[in-house]
Every structure is written in structure tokens, then in C-alpha cells.
């Protein structure tokens, strides 16, 4: 009797080990892009790269064109434990943490390999890691929609005085408002699903995406003039709740962080190819004219938002003045960006 009740105690331990290493985790992933855009498609990379190196026990679902919600809301259900993944721009994120913000400020970033050397630099991620830790926010990595450019109805714009009066929409985020209003524009708030036929109406004048997007839109059908102002980088972060990211171990804590390193890679990459052939497949119809910058009309612009960065410098505050950031503790963030494009650069 003895044996036969050893003999199914050791059953029912080796059935229960056997769950709980099999034991599938399963964690939603919202994003806002459509599904054929490079963000979305180095989404659904980030989810078959977890699903492969966990052997399957952490599944992700990805979510996107909005399905969970806008972007607020998803940056308040990860907050709240709601929903595991959201992949928000850094304009959305910044009325939850300020300093991320600083991601979106016109004309930073004096080329893109110094953007993404920044982005992905140790001290500078650790920094606002911690920073959004604090507002219940688990970062895990970066997206990209790409750098934003200008398209617009009235005129051909090379200089800052050339955007004096008009219209543009513009994202409602205190940033881009403030951007183009020290330029001289009217910024106007306007629903994205509204901006083709404000631009055909003639309630706006002008509006920056970039161009890829403008391009997808069909923003270029009713914009005769675009420019590369390539001004700022829409940046996209990627936020994972507290809860989820407890229920991962170490080493599948590991693996969704490479695998997020690896998506963005992917993102940024197909980003460059599309951009290089629908931008230049819109050039060859002839339909639009696009306008490339020089150095010193670039410099220019520059210098005229320089006010913009001396308002968020103080609006954003100071890396707390802790041992462990050496030389930064204590900096202001905007200090840190103007620091890690020196290193950089």
C-alpha cells in the first residue's frame, strides 16, 4: 500500500513540475501604426523572437492601428496594470513623465546615427528607465514612425520665415506647439483622420509628418510643396506594466529586452528603404516639389528654436542627484541629451 501511494505522489510531482515548466504566459501589445508600416511589422518580429527563444512560454499578441485604444489610454492602462505592452510615441508618454518630451524638441539631433547611438547609449537609458519606473512604467526599448518633415499648400519653405502665418496641424503636444509658434505658424490641433480634408478645404495650411507618411496619406495629393525638414524624430517607447514585467523571469526578462533592441533595428532599416523609394517615386511624377535643406538653412532653423529649448530645459527638471548617475546626477535632462550628442558626434 505504501509503495503504491509513493508511487502516485511521485506521479502527481513530476505532472506538476512538467505545468509549471510548460506553464504559457500569455501578455497583450498595443501599438497605433497600421499593419503594414515597418513599426507594426517589427512588432509582430518582437513577438515570434520572444515566442522562439522562450520555447513558447511567453506569447505575445500584438494589437495594432489603435485596436486597444489611443495612445493616452493604453500609456494608462500599462499604468494600471490593464494591459502588458503599449508602444506610444514620446509625445503621448511626456504629460506622464516629463523628460521624455525632450525626445521631440525640433532640429536635436545633428544626424541619425548620433540619434541612435544617444538613444541606446547605457547611462542614457538607464536614466529614464528609472524615470518612468518611477511613474509605474517599465521601459523595454525603442520604435521609430520616423523623422518629420513638412508639406504644405502655399509655398515652398527653405528658411523660418517662409512658415510666418501659416496654418500647420501639428500634434497636440505642448513641444510641437511651441515649435512652431516661436517659428511664426499658427500650430492648430487637429484629429489626424481630419488633416486630408483640412488641407483640401483650406482650413489648414500645411502639416508635418514624415513624408513616407504624407505619402501614405495621400497628404501629397492636395500639398504641391514638401520639404525635408527632417526637424524632429518621432520617437516611439516602448512601456510594459509593473505586473507583467514581475511575471517574466530573469532570463525572459532578457530576452524580451534583445528582442525589442533587435525589433527597432528592423523598424529603422525598412523605415530607410521605404522612405528612400516612395520619396523618390515622388519625385519622378513630378506632381510635387521637394525641397532638401543645405547646412546653413538647416543652421538656421536651429538658431530660431533655440527659445524652445530654453523653456523645456526648465519645464522638465533635473535627473535626481543620485551616486549612481556619476558625472550626470543632478544635470538637468536636457543637459544629458546636449552631453550625449557631444560624445556622439
Known amino acids: 500500500m505504501k509503495n503504491t501511494l509513493s508511487f502516485f505522489l511521485s506521479i502527481l510531482v513530476v505532472m506538476s513540475f512538467c505545468t509549471f ?3 504559457e504566459i500569455r501578455l497583450k501589445y498595443g501599438l497605433s501604426a497600421p499593419p503594414t508600416h515597418p513599426h507594426a511589422k517589427s512588432s509582430l518580429f518582437l513577438s515570434e523572437y520572444v515566442k522562439e527563444k522562450t520555447k513558447g512560454q511567453v506569447i505575445i499578441d500584438v ?3 489603435g485596436q486597444l485604444g489611443s495612445g493616452r489610454s493604453m ?3 500599462v499604468q494600471g496594470g490593464t494591459l502588458d505592452i503599449a508602444d506610444v510615441t514620446s509625445a503621448v508618454v511626456s504629460p506622464f513623465a516629463a523628460p521624455t518630451g525632450l525626445l521631440d524638441l525640433p532640429f536635436l539631433w545633428p544626424s541619425r546615427g548620433v540619434a541612435y547611438s544617444v538613444l541606446h547609449d547605457t547611462e542614457f537609458f538607464n536614466i529614464y528607465r528609472d524615470m518612468l519606473r518611477k511613474k509605474d512604467l517599465v521601459m523595454i526599448g525603442y520604435g521609430e514612425n520616423e523623422f518629420r518633415d513638412l508639406t504644405n499648400i502655399k509655398r515652398e519653405v527653405r528658411r523660418p520665415e517662409d512658415v510666418k502665418g501659416l496654418k500647420i496641424r501639428v500634434m497636440e503636444a ?3 506647439m511651441e515649435t512652431w509658434r516661436t517659428l511664426g505658424a499658427n500650430p492648430v490641433p487637429m484629429p489626424f483622420g481630419e488633416v486630408y480634408t ?3 478645404q483650406g482650413v489648414i495650411d500645411a502639416q508635418e509628418n514624415p513624408l513616407y507618411t504624407s505619402i501614405l496619406m495621400k497628404f501629397t495629393e492636395v500639398c504641391p510643396y514638401a520639404t525635408s525638414l527632417q526637424y524632429s524624430l518621432s520617437s516611439t517607447i516602448k512601456l510594459m506594466s509593473v505586473n507583467a514585467w514581475g511575471k517574466l523571469t530573469s532570463e ?52 530660431a528654436v533655440q527659445p524652445v529649448y530654453a523653456r523645456f530645459e526648465k519645464e522638465t527638471g ?3 542627484n543620485d551616486k549612481k548617475y556619476g558625472r550626470f546626477a543632478g544635470m ?4 544629458l541629451f546636449q552631453e550625449k550628442i557631444k560624445q556622439y558626434q
Open 332 to 335: 538637468s535632462y536636457f543637459q
Open 63 to 65: 494589437f495594432p492601428l
Open 174 to 176: 505642448p513641444i510641437f
Open 252 to 303: 525572459q526578462q532578457e530576452i524580451l529586452m534583445q528582442a525589442a533592441r533587435l525589433a527597432v533595428q528592423k523598424n529603422r532599416e525598412e523605415n530607410m528603404n521605404i522612405v528612400a523609394d516612395t520619396v523618390g517615386q515622388l519625385e519622378a511624377e513630378g506632381k510635387v516639389k521637394v525641397t532638401y535643406l543645405s547646412k546653413s538653412e538647416r543652421d538656421a532653423f536651429v538658431e
Open 21 to 23: 515548466a510548460s506553464a
Open 75 to 77: 500609456v494608462e492602462q
Open 198 to 200: 483640412g488641407l483640401q
Open 318 to 320: 533635473k535627473i535626481p
